[in-house]
């Protein structure tokens, strides 16, 4: 095609247009850019978003608008057709017939259009008139793109400018070339932040897809892994998409415009066969885009779906979706999750019983836990199930087989008989209180441990219990419709009824537990609530129902919304709290990174156990409970280093600090013992306190044997547990077995027996126990509620935090480091002094040094002498002075946060200590005169001598030591003269300007 016939043609006809609409347009490679007609038409100053160039072969005009305006809509506002797009819309055939230009099909009606028109969203949307511009353009941002393995591919400048009438922003791309530097030009398609997105992908996270770099670094703060594109809206290809293949769940999180919705579909789109497993479509609840989701104060689970486009919103949705493992439970009989929390947990009924609490997918702050673990547990569940039970049926056999022989040797004596009948008497009616209980309470709030040990029972004592056989009858449905198993009571055999279910009851057993949890929670709530008398009882039925609302949909949002109603209802602002915390700690263990508003900031931040406990204005664990039994080990040490001559003062400190939190009477226990140990290190004693819950060893136990049961119940229903010589492990299993079985007796115990413990330590250990059985092995942070296991977390979670701080700013400086313009390996020769720097840094964000101590340290200084030595350029030298300085502010605010921290949990155990220690009494006072009298008495001396003592101690008003205590005077300087100087200068003065010299 010749130049000449190129402006002639369809070229001519769209420039024309555009020229005298939008004005002259600017070259940008192989396209000519202009200000689009469709969303840049208001006049004002825009960064041209949509192109045109001539396709020669096909001799014919491309137009396209990279924001994703519509070719037909572009063309209808420059009063165009399709056929003007083509040089020879209409020509004549070589016999004499007239060929028409190709017939253009109406525009099909896309899932993005029907999403644009439900939410009322311009085509157009007019930008404000800035006027002129008043500040050059600055660069305030730069996002780098990296390949897989974290080489950088190119950046994306972000620069903004000021105008008389606000800011405006343009956005440029730059390719890395190791061996020119930088080059002003585009890159391959890369997704931002490939290297993290993999990662998330591996691990089966959610990612999120943002528009922006901005709003996905936002979305990182928060938590999540997500990513976005170069080059707008309209810029996402299928090289984009391929890297997500595989992902467990893909959210796509839309601008609220309609370039915004049309890249969401496209997004969509090319995310076809690519092993997917959800795609979710979301906008912000508030605002544009994400960013001002959360600046809103909003949390991530109330990000709103998109109607025509979210795959999951009601009628909406495009097909039919497959069925779900819950439906496929349902059909089978098995109650849903849904179900279960349309049982209320108190007496009063929530009439809002439609709402059911969404226990997986997106709307909920608690990520279902799925790794492979949950899997093999799946596989395994109903047989699991089947041998459990089968276990304790062949014991409850056992139990009535022995009580039929006891019987016919009672019958041998009256007396025996007599005692045989009142003990079956006593078993029997424990037996039938504890099934009433269990049954009044529901089945379903049990976990599988309990309720094998209830069809023990049932089944030992159904021969002579009319109750006991009900319950076996009632267990023998419920057990069917768990866990896919049929009990014969009769032949006291187990089969699996349903084993293709096995996977879905599996995750109905696992949303159980998340759910009960959630019911004991309640139920906490609820006491506290119906235990204060100044709330009306009208004023107790709503709160206990927006308890009941709250636990339907348990949330950071909905939390917040149930603390301002207790408190409008007039709650004591200790029991608000208490509330709270149950809430995280029981309900929703560790916040699961749940977000809650700040209103007064307009921000979130994450809900925590040990926030909430900080709360409290005293410790809701009696220190001297906890720490009892840490007493103990600490008398045995002293002890230990008594009878080895080694130093005590440690041990002594600790003891000390230890005992000032105990009670009065307490206190005199053990400093007694400690006396006792002083007076004769060889002899043994017994623990004070042997009963008390040692909490660090209880914490381990149960971590180790959460960690131990999916292995050991994984060797259960295998025929045989092969080691890697491909022979039976039978001892090794064995012993893993009694290893894990010890473990759940010794938590048994604890619970029903340990001292020291609050009710709400029992119900979480509970809680765990029962989500171990529903193959939920993810023990919560916080396993405890003393003052001591929190200010524990807190410390570890600020070390993280400052870990994962520095780590990051050492990453960008690794990435400053390595441009063209500084020496190769300059990185690696200073790699000592950075690592000092973020040593120091490390030790500033968690807290343990001030910043005063950091630059004195001046490790900054020694790294920055040596890339001054190496020969980097200045202004680089400049960039790493920058980022280190904002690094170690960054740290340190860290810092003080974790001192801050810390020190609310020192001031409260120091508080304890101070209120338990009595006031020393006055020497000169009749009641330390008294006291003196009754311990000489108690030494057995005689009348006279007390009298006497007595005599010479009324004549004193303070210690007679004190007499003898020097305090000691300021210390003199040393002399600087020698002896006889001053007279000498003052009586041989000399003349002149030598006077008074000596001379």
Not at 21 to 39: F, I, L, R, S, T
Not at 74 to 83: A, E, H, P, Q
């Given at each position: 095609m010749t130049t000449t016939a190129h402006q002639q043609g369809s070229w001519e006809t769209l420039t024309a247009a555009l020229e005298q609409k939008m004005g002259p347009g600017k070259p940008a490679g192989e396209w000519v850019k202009y200000c689009c007609p469709v969303h840049e038409a208001d006049s004002g100053r825009h960064n041209p978003s949509l192109g045109i160039k001539y396709l020669s072969d096909a001799q014919r005009t491309k137009v396209r608008c990279f924001a994703g305006c519509d070719d037909v809509q572009i063309l209808d506002t420059l009063g165009l057709k399709v056929r003007d797009l083509y040089d020879t819309p209409i020509t004549r055939s070589s016999g004499g017939g007239r060929r028409t230009a190709p017939r253009v099909r109406p525009r099909q009606i896309t899932r993005a259009d029907r999403a644009i028109d439900a939410a009322g969203l311009p085509l157009a949307q007019p930008k404000k008139d800035l006027g002129q511009q008043v500040s050059a353009w600055t660069q305030v941002a730069t996002y780098p793109y990296m390949r897989e393995n974290g080489e950088v591919a190119g950046e994306i400048l972000r620069k903004e400018a000021r105008f008389e009438h606000g800011h405006n922003k343009r956005f440029t791309q730059q390719r890395w070339d190791p061996q020119t530097g930088w080059q002003p030009e585009g890159f391959e398609?890369?997704?931002?932040?490939?290297p993290q997105l993999l990662a998330a992908i591996e691990a089966g996270e959610s990612v999120y897809v943002c528009e922006g770099e901005k709003d996905v670094l936002t979305a990182e703060k928060a938590g999540l892994a997500a990513t976005t594109n170069a080059g707008g809206a309209g810029s996402w290809t299928p090289e984009h998409a391929r890297w997500l293949r595989g992902a467990a769940e893909v959210v796509i999180v839309v601008d609220r415009d309609a370039p915004g919705y049309r890249r969401a579909d496209k997004v969509m789109t090319s995310l076809k066969g690519l092993g997917i497993g959800q795609v979710r479509v979301v906008?912000?609840?508030?605002g544009k885009d994400l960013t001002d989701h959360i600046n809103a104060g909003h949390a991530i689970d109330e990000l709103d779906p998109v109607p025509f486009l979210d795959p999951l919103t009601g009628a909406h949705t495009e097909a039919a979706p497959a069925r779900s493992a819950e439906q496929l439970a349902n059909s089978a009989g098995v109650v849903s999750p849904a179900q279960l929390m349309a049982e209320p947990t108190t007496q009063f009924t929530p009439t809002d019983g439609g709402n059911s609490m969404s226990q997986s997918g997106f709307f909920q702050d608690v990520p279902p836990q799925h790794d492979d673990t949950v899997d093999r547990y799946g596989q395994?569940?109903?047989?699991l199930?089947?041998?459990?039970?089968?276990?304790?049926?062949?014991?409850?056999q056992l139990m009535a087989e022995r009580r039929r022989q006891e019987e016919i040797a009672a019958t041998k004596s009256q007396e025996a008989q007599r005692e045989y009948e009142a003990r079956i008497a006593i078993e029997q009616k424990a037996v039938e209180t504890r099934l009433a209980k269990m049954s009044e309470e529901g089945w379903d709030r049990f976990s599988r441990s309990e309720i094998a040990a209830a069809v023990r029972d049932a089944t030992a004592w159904s021969d002579q219990s009319d109750a006991a056989r009900s319950a076996m009858h009632d267990l023998s449905g419920h057990v069917q419709q768990r866990y896919g198993v049929y009990i014969d009571p009769d032949g006291g055999h187990v089969t699996v009824d349903a084993p293709e279910l096995s996977q879905q009851l599996a995750k109905v057993e696992r949303d159980r537990a998340s759910v009960n949890r959630v019911h004991t929670a309640e139920d906490r709530m609820v006491s506290i609530v119906a235990a204060d008398p100044g709330i009306a009882e009208s004023a107790k039925r709503g709160l206990y129902e927006d308890i009941n609302s709250w636990g339907r949909q348990p949330s950071g949002r909905g939390l917040e919304a149930l603390s301002k109603k207790v408190t409008a209802a007039g709650l004591n602002e200790k029991d608000r709290n208490k509330i709270r915390f149950i809430a995280v700690y029981i309900g929703v263990p560790g916040g699961r990174n749940a977000l809650m508003p700040i209103d007064d900031l307009g921000a979130v931040a994450a809900?925590?156990?040990?926030?909430?406990?900080?709360?409290?204005?005293?410790?809701?664990v009696d220190p001297a409970e906890e720490i009892k039994p840490r007493i103990d080990d600490m008398l045995t040490k002293y002890q230990d280093r008594l009878r080895h001559s080694v130093d005590v003062t440690s041990v002594t400190e600790a003891l000390t600090a230890a005992v000032n939190l105990l009670p009065e009477d307490e206190q005199a226990l053990a400093r007694q013992r400690g006396k006792d140990i002083r007076a004769d290190p060889s002899i043994e004693h017994k623990k004070l306190w042997p009963d008390h819950v040692d909490r660090d060893q209880l914490d381990v136990v149960v971590r180790t044997y959460a960690a131990m049961a999916p292995q050991v119940e994984?060797?259960?229903?295998?025929d045989s547990v092969l080691g890697p010589d491909g022979q039976a492990e039978g001892a090794g299993a064995e012993r893993l077995r009694t290893q894990a079985a010890k473990h759940r007796r010794s938590i048994e115990h604890t619970i029903a027996n340990g001292k020291g413990l609050h009710p709400l330590e029992v119900d979480q250990l509970r809680a765990v126990l029962a989500d171990i059985d529903a193959g939920i092995t993810d023990v919560p942070e916080q396993l405890f509620a003393d003052d001591r296991s929190a200010a524990a977390l807190d410390a570890e979670r600020s070390d993280q935090i400052a870990h994962d701080t520095a780590a990051y700013h050492r990453r960008q400086l690794d990435e400053i480091l390595s441009t063209g313009a500084v020496p190769a390996d300059t990185a690696r020769h200073a790699n000592a002094e950075i690592a000092s720097v973020f040593d120091a840094q490390?030790?500033?964000?968690?807290?343990?040094t001030s910043l005063g101590d950091?630059?004195?340290?001046?490790?900054?200084?020694?790294?920055?002498?040596h890339l001054a030595a190496a020969g980097i350029p200045e202004g680089v030298h400049n960039r790493v002075k920058h980022h280190i300085d904002h690094a170690a502010g960054e740290s340190a605010i860290a810092g003080k946060q974790a001192r801050r921290i810390q020190n609310q949990w020192t001031d409260r155990r120091e508080l304890v200590a101070a209120n338990r220690t009595p006031e020393p009494v006055p020497y000169d006072s009749t009641a330390r005169r008294e006291a003196t009298e009754a311990r000489l008495r108690a030494a057995g001396l005689s009348e006279r001598v007390i009298t006497g003592r007595m005599a010479v101690d009324a004549g004193h008003a303070t210690p007679p030591q004190d007499a003898v205590k020097a305090t000691p005077g300021k210390q003199k300087r040393a002399r600087t003269t020698a002896p006889g100087s001053g007279v000498y200068r003052s009586t041989h003065r000399g003349r002149g300007d030598q006077r008074g010299y000596g001379k």
């Amino acid at each position: 095609m010749t130049t000449t016939a190129h402006q002639q043609g369809s070229w001519e006809t769209l420039t024309a247009a555009l020229e005298q609409k939008m004005g002259p347009g600017k070259p940008a490679g192989e396209w000519v850019k202009y200000c689009c007609p469709v969303h840049e038409a208001d006049s004002g100053r825009h960064n041209p978003s949509l192109g045109i160039k001539y396709l020669s072969d096909a001799q014919r005009t491309k137009v396209r608008c990279f924001a994703g305006c519509d070719d037909v809509q572009i063309l209808d506002t420059l009063g165009l057709k399709v056929r003007d797009l083509y040089d020879t819309p209409i020509t004549r055939s070589s016999g004499g017939g007239r060929r028409t230009a190709p017939r253009v099909r109406p525009r099909q009606i896309t899932r993005a259009d029907r999403a644009i028109d439900a939410a009322g969203l311009p085509l157009a949307q007019p930008k404000k008139d800035l006027g002129q511009q008043v500040s050059a353009w600055t660069q305030v941002a730069t996002y780098p793109y990296m390949r897989e393995n974290g080489e950088v591919a190119g950046e994306i400048l972000r620069k903004e400018a000021r105008f008389e009438h606000g800011h405006n922003k343009r956005f440029t791309q730059q390719r890395w070339d190791p061996q020119t530097g930088w080059q002003p030009e585009g890159f391959e398609p890369l997704p931002f932040q490939l290297p993290q997105l993999l990662a998330a992908i591996e691990a089966g996270e959610s990612v999120y897809v943002c528009e922006g770099e901005k709003d996905v670094l936002t979305a990182e703060k928060a938590g999540l892994a997500a990513t976005t594109n170069a080059g707008g809206a309209g810029s996402w290809t299928p090289e984009h998409a391929r890297w997500l293949r595989g992902a467990a769940e893909v959210v796509i999180v839309v601008d609220r415009d309609a370039p915004g919705y049309r890249r969401a579909d496209k997004v969509m789109t090319s995310l076809k066969g690519l092993g997917i497993g959800q795609v979710r479509v979301v906008q912000a609840a508030t605002g544009k885009d994400l960013t001002d989701h959360i600046n809103a104060g909003h949390a991530i689970d109330e990000l709103d779906p998109v109607p025509f486009l979210d795959p999951l919103t009601g009628a909406h949705t495009e097909a039919a979706p497959a069925r779900s493992a819950e439906q496929l439970a349902n059909s089978a009989g098995v109650v849903s999750p849904a179900q279960l929390m349309a049982e209320p947990t108190t007496q009063f009924t929530p009439t809002d019983g439609g709402n059911s609490m969404s226990q997986s997918g997106f709307f909920q702050d608690v990520p279902p836990q799925h790794d492979d673990t949950v899997d093999r547990y799946g596989q395994h569940f109903s047989r699991l199930a089947q041998q459990v039970l089968q276990t304790m049926i062949a014991f409850a056999q056992l139990m009535a087989e022995r009580r039929r022989q006891e019987e016919i040797a009672a019958t041998k004596s009256q007396e025996a008989q007599r005692e045989y009948e009142a003990r079956i008497a006593i078993e029997q009616k424990a037996v039938e209180t504890r099934l009433a209980k269990m049954s009044e309470e529901g089945w379903d709030r049990f976990s599988r441990s309990e309720i094998a040990a209830a069809v023990r029972d049932a089944t030992a004592w159904s021969d002579q219990s009319d109750a006991a056989r009900s319950a076996m009858h009632d267990l023998s449905g419920h057990v069917q419709q768990r866990y896919g198993v049929y009990i014969d009571p009769d032949g006291g055999h187990v089969t699996v009824d349903a084993p293709e279910l096995s996977q879905q009851l599996a995750k109905v057993e696992r949303d159980r537990a998340s759910v009960n949890r959630v019911h004991t929670a309640e139920d906490r709530m609820v006491s506290i609530v119906a235990a204060d008398p100044g709330i009306a009882e009208s004023a107790k039925r709503g709160l206990y129902e927006d308890i009941n609302s709250w636990g339907r949909q348990p949330s950071g949002r909905g939390l917040e919304a149930l603390s301002k109603k207790v408190t409008a209802a007039g709650l004591n602002e200790k029991d608000r709290n208490k509330i709270r915390f149950i809430a995280v700690y029981i309900g929703v263990p560790g916040g699961r990174n749940a977000l809650m508003p700040i209103d007064d900031l307009g921000a979130v931040a994450a809900l925590s156990a040990t926030n909430e406990l900080r709360k409290t204005a005293q410790p809701l664990v009696d220190p001297a409970e906890e720490i009892k039994p840490r007493i103990d080990d600490m008398l045995t040490k002293y002890q230990d280093r008594l009878r080895h001559s080694v130093d005590v003062t440690s041990v002594t400190e600790a003891l000390t600090a230890a005992v000032n939190l105990l009670p009065e009477d307490e206190q005199a226990l053990a400093r007694q013992r400690g006396k006792d140990i002083r007076a004769d290190p060889s002899i043994e004693h017994k623990k004070l306190w042997p009963d008390h819950v040692d909490r660090d060893q209880l914490d381990v136990v149960v971590r180790t044997y959460a960690a131990m049961a999916p292995q050991v119940e994984a060797m259960a229903v295998q025929d045989s547990v092969l080691g890697p010589d491909g022979q039976a492990e039978g001892a090794g299993a064995e012993r893993l077995r009694t290893q894990a079985a010890k473990h759940r007796r010794s938590i048994e115990h604890t619970i029903a027996n340990g001292k020291g413990l609050h009710p709400l330590e029992v119900d979480q250990l509970r809680a765990v126990l029962a989500d171990i059985d529903a193959g939920i092995t993810d023990v919560p942070e916080q396993l405890f509620a003393d003052d001591r296991s929190a200010a524990a977390l807190d410390a570890e979670r600020s070390d993280q935090i400052a870990h994962d701080t520095a780590a990051y700013h050492r990453r960008q400086l690794d990435e400053i480091l390595s441009t063209g313009a500084v020496p190769a390996d300059t990185a690696r020769h200073a790699n000592a002094e950075i690592a000092s720097v973020f040593d120091a840094q490390t030790q500033l964000a968690a807290g343990r040094t001030s910043l005063g101590d950091y630059e004195e340290r001046g490790a900054d200084g020694k790294l920055l002498a040596h890339l001054a030595a190496a020969g980097i350029p200045e202004g680089v030298h400049n960039r790493v002075k920058h980022h280190i300085d904002h690094a170690a502010g960054e740290s340190a605010i860290a810092g003080k946060q974790a001192r801050r921290i810390q020190n609310q949990w020192t001031d409260r155990r120091e508080l304890v200590a101070a209120n338990r220690t009595p006031e020393p009494v006055p020497y000169d006072s009749t009641a330390r005169r008294e006291a003196t009298e009754a311990r000489l008495r108690a030494a057995g001396l005689s009348e006279r001598v007390i009298t006497g003592r007595m005599a010479v101690d009324a004549g004193h008003a303070t210690p007679p030591q004190d007499a003898v205590k020097a305090t000691p005077g300021k210390q003199k300087r040393a002399r600087t003269t020698a002896p006889g100087s001053g007279v000498y200068r003052s009586t041989h003065r000399g003349r002149g300007d030598q006077r008074g010299y000596g001379k």
